[in-house]
């Protein structure tokens, strides 16, 4: 067997691989390598997800914001930005046009702070529960485990709450006023309401080396949750990191090649970030362990002012020209779109088939 396969099967029959080893597969730079790690995910992917590439139909309702993350556009201290709320009606057309497109999960994101209201959104999912046979996901910050267990009791499924970097230090270094511990606590309760439950990081952060990247990859692992979100880093000139250089699309690639060879069971989709680099990654994404798109509903004019980082994909493209443009990657692929509501591999049993 030739090295790099030797530490990939090393790696992927550990219950925790070792941070070294990690550490050495995301130093790799060779085609040949590259490409053998690039098999493998696939592998583990097929294996474990199959051929589907699951959709989920993202609305981003408000880009109101209460947080001051280095990296993001939405932070409370650019002024710059238009900032807009959804009222329920927009929102309610925007999911009928969702449905209409046989997609069978909604992504409702926003900016986090108390400007939500918690009885407003309980109202969103009970009302789009009872008319539609859905999951839901939400996205929408850090709240209170009484928040987060109204919402559950209205219906909804699944949240993301990325962890961004899983290092403490590095983390309070881009997050002021924030606390690592309580997002872990986030985490916790949630998992423990009984929601399928995303994380993710973003691969490119100042200060970020490949030490913390194999860190995330095992605190993924250690998390046993049912989303995994990696996207590159990508500079917005209204944030501290605006002069700060992009993630790199590789780097990104071998991160979620080396995520799903680890975790291997869990949804791992290919990020809009990730499409929005110097070309589009996603295929990329899909060829190495990804097995989610997640195109976007949100309607003009909202879409773009939901500005996290500039030239993000599909802006000006009308609502709903995802659906072919996601037809049309998976085919690419030799892989089909699945249009069920694609629970977690962890809830349906370990196994795909
Ligand atoms: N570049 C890439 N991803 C970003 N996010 C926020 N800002 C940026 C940026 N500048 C990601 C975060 C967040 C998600 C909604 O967008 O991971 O969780
Ligand atoms: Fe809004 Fe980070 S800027 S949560």
């Given at each position: 067997?030739s090295?790099?396969?030797?530490?990939?099967?090393?790696?992927?029959?550990?219950?925790?691989?070792?941070?070294?080893?990690?550490e050495?597969v995301?130093?790799?730079?060779?085609?040949v390598?590259?490409?053998?790690?690039f098999v493998?995910?696939d592998?583990?992917?097929?294996?474990?997800?199959?051929?589907?590439?699951?959709?989920?139909g993202?609305?981003?309702?408000?880009?109101?914001?209460?947080?001051e993350?280095?990296?993001?556009?939405?932070?409370?201290?650019?002024?710059?930005?238009?900032?807009?709320?959804?009222?329920?009606?927009?929102?309610?057309?925007?999911?009928?046009?969702?449905?209409?497109?046989?997609?069978?999960?909604?992504?409702?994101?926003?900016?986090?702070?108390?400007?939500?209201?918690?009885l407003?959104?309980k109202?969103?999912?009970?009302?789009?529960?009872s008319?539609?046979?859905?999951?839901?996901?939400?996205?929408?910050?850090?709240?209170?485990?009484?928040?987060y267990?109204?919402?559950?009791?209205?219906?909804?499924?699944?949240?993301?709450?990325k962890?961004?970097?899983?290092d403490?230090?590095?983390y309070?270094?881009?997050?002021?006023?924030?606390?690592?511990?309580?997002r872990?606590a986030?985490?916790?309760?949630?998992?423990?309401?009984?929601?399928?439950?995303?994380s993710?990081?973003?691969?490119?952060?100042?200060?970020?080396?490949?030490?913390?990247?194999?860190?995330?990859?095992?605190?993924?692992?250690?998390?046993?949750?049912?989303?995994?979100g990696?996207?590159?880093?990508?500079?917005?000139q209204?944030?501290?990191?605006?002069?700060?250089?992009?993630?790199?699309?590789?780097?990104?690639l071998?991160?979620?090649?080396?995520?799903?060879i680890?975790t291997?069971?869990t949804?791992?989709?290919?990020?809009?970030?990730?499409?929005?680099?110097?070309?589009?990654?996603?295929?990329d994404?899909?060829?190495?362990?990804?097995?989610v798109?997640m195109?976007n509903?949100?309607p003009?004019p909202?879409?773009?002012?939901?500005e996290?980082y500039?030239?993000?994909?599909?802006?000006?493209e009308?609502?709903?020209?995802c659906?072919?443009?996601?037809d049309?990657i998976?085919?690419?692929?030799?892989?089909?779109i699945?249009?069920?509501?694609a629970?977690?591999?962890?809830?349906t049993?370990?196994?795909?088939?």
């Open positions: 067997m090295k790099p396969a030797e530490l990939l099967n090393r790696i992927y029959a550990a219950g925790l691989p070792s941070v070294e080893d990690l050495e995301l130093s790799w730079q060779g085609r390598e590259l490409g053998e790690l493998f995910a592998k583990v992917r097929k294996d474990f997800c199959g051929d589907g590439v699951i959709l989920r993202i609305i981003e309702f408000s880009n109101f914001c209460d947080r993350c280095f990296y993001c556009g939405l932070n409370k201290n650019n002024r710059r930005l238009e900032r807009y709320r959804m009222d329920k009606d927009e929102l309610s057309n925007a999911i009928e046009y969702l449905v209409s497109c046989n997609i069978k999960t909604v992504v409702l994101q926003s900016g986090d702070g108390k400007w939500l209201d918690t407003w959104l109202e969103v999912i009970e009302n789009i529960k008319r539609f046979d859905m999951a839901i996901t939400l996205s929408v910050g850090e709240r209170s485990a009484d928040d267990r109204v919402w559950r009791q209205a219906g909804a499924d699944r949240y993301l709450l962890i961004e970097t899983s403490e230090g590095l309070s270094s881009m997050h002021p006023k924030m606390d690592f511990k309580q872990l986030c985490l916790g309760v949630l998992q423990n309401l009984g929601y399928q439950v995303g993710g990081n973003i691969v490119g952060l100042s200060g970020q080396t490949l030490k913390t990247i194999a860190r995330d990859i095992i605190f993924f692992k250690r998390g046993n949750f049912d989303m995994i990696i996207g590159p880093f990508i500079p917005h209204d944030t501290e990191f605006a002069g700060q250089p992009k993630g790199d699309a590789q780097l990104s071998k991160t979620i090649a080396l995520t799903r680890v291997k069971n949804h791992i989709p290919a990020t809009t970030a990730l499409g929005s680099l110097d070309k589009d990654y996603r295929l994404g899909l060829k190495c362990g990804a097995n798109l195109p509903f949100t003009q909202y879409r773009k002012l939901y996290i500039p030239q993000k994909r599909c802006v000006s009308p609502v709903g020209s659906r072919s443009c996601m049309g998976a085919k690419d692929l030799g892989r089909f699945d249009y069920s509501k629970d977690s591999f962890k809830l049993g370990d196994r795909y088939v």
